[in-house]
Nanobody, 121 residues
Framework: QVQLVESGGGLVQAGDSLRLSCAAS????????MGWFRQAPGKEREFVAA????????HMVDSVKGRFTISRDNAKKMVYLQMNSLKPEDTAVYYC??????????????WGQGTQVTVSS
């Protein structure tokens, strides 16, 4: 069973930056595709970013391209989401998720508890 714990959320102003972190418990972490999803109030959860097991390939939703970067450190069993030039529409609960079969176009098997990101205008 994979346990994922997010951290790094908070309240910031538009244009600011935040880095979200996700710590994984799984010793075979380097076999997992990892991703970040978010859910804004009153909206469905949406995909934000994904990274393959080696960290070589990433995929981002269009609305965050050029502003967000996903990365991972397999030795530390960590995944990160660097968020720059934040906008009020980025306000949401952000979730880390993982699955050996992939996280794009499917619902990953493992999820963290989420971390709140609030961007004020």
């Amino acid at each position: 069973q994979v346990q994922l714990v997010e951290s790094g959320g908070g309240l910031v102003q538009a244009g600011d930056s935040l880095r979200l972190s996700c710590a994984a418990s799984e010793r075979t972490f380097n076999r997992y595709f990892m991703g970040w999803f978010r859910q804004a109030p009153g909206k469905e959860r949406e995909f934000v970013a994904a990274i393959d097991s080696s960290g070589a390939i990433t995929h981002m939703v269009d609305s965050v391209k050029g502003r967000f970067t996903i990365s991972r450190d397999n030795a530390k069993k960590m995944v990160y989401l660097q968020m720059n030039s934040l906008k009020p529409e980025d306000t949401a609960v952000y979730y880390c998720a993982g699955d050996q079969r992939g996280v794009v176009g499917r619902t990953p098997a493992y999820w963290g508890q989420g971390t709140q990101v609030t961007v004020s205008s």
